[in-house]
């Protein structure tokens, strides 16, 4: 029911199988041209929203370790029938993938997981079919870092979101927090930080709070 249901939702794509779908983990902060190449195995739906799906289908489960009966079977029958005529905007599709990755001891290990598309938004921004859908992104990362990450003399790097600023133009901040010894157990300390703008510091100190 569930390959039924992407099928409708996404027609065609049970071709996907077998066919490439890239990962990008560029950033203006870490270009990076190499794409993780992934090969889809399968497909089939899921919830968009576990409570609104489960709210509509009553919450039913298969009770396990009991006799099967007639009973339970047509209970199970009238889920499933239900499941299948639940709207379809309440699913979205799901593709199973896999990669091998060898390491340099010559071991090959193999990961799987599943990439959620979504019929109105697609995929999440990294995830793509088509290899060439990054390319301009990369190319506009790699300007990003040249114009405002990549080390350069006179400057430093905000600690917070990776900026160079120039020497001059640094904010010290004091960040207060926790810290733990054996000696003392909790305690609390600071220390000065080093940012591009205040907003960054103040940014830094709640992340320190938690
Ligand atoms: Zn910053």
Redesign the pocket.
């Given at each position: 029911m569930y390959k039924e249901i992407a099928i409708k939702l996404f027609p065609g794509v049970e071709e996907l199988v077998g066919k490439k779908l890239y990962k990008s983990y560029s950033c203006p902060r870490c270009p990076k041209e190499e794409l993780e190449e992934w090969t889809i195995t399968g497909f089939g739906s899921v919830g968009k929203n576990r409570h609104e799906l489960a709210d509509y289908l009553g919450g039913y489960s298969f009770p396990y370790g009991k006799k099967v009966t007639k009973v339970l079977v047509g209970e199970a029958e009238e889920y499933i029938k239900k499941y299948e005529s639940a709207p379809l905007d309440m699913f979205n599709v799901i593709l199973h993938v896999e990669k091998y990755t060898t390491y340099s001891d010559g071991t090959t290990a193999k990961s799987t997981t599943a990439e959620t598309f979504d019929i109105e938004t697609g995929f999440t921004d990294n995830v793509s079919l088509n290899k060439e859908d990054f390319k301009e992104k990369i190319e506009k990362d790699k300007e990003e870092y040249e114009k405002y990450y990549a080390p350069r003399e006179g400057y430093v790097a905000?600690?917070?979101?990776?900026?160079q600023?120039p020497e001059n133009e640094v904010v010290k901040y004091k960040l207060i927090y926790q810290a733990w010894d054996n000696y003392r157990g909790k305690y609390v300390t600071s220390r000065i930080g080093t940012?591009?703008?205040g907003?960054?510091a103040m940014n830094e100190q709640m992340a320190l709070e938690g």
């Open positions: 905000c600690e917070r979101c990776g900026k600023v940012f591009c703008s907003e960054c």
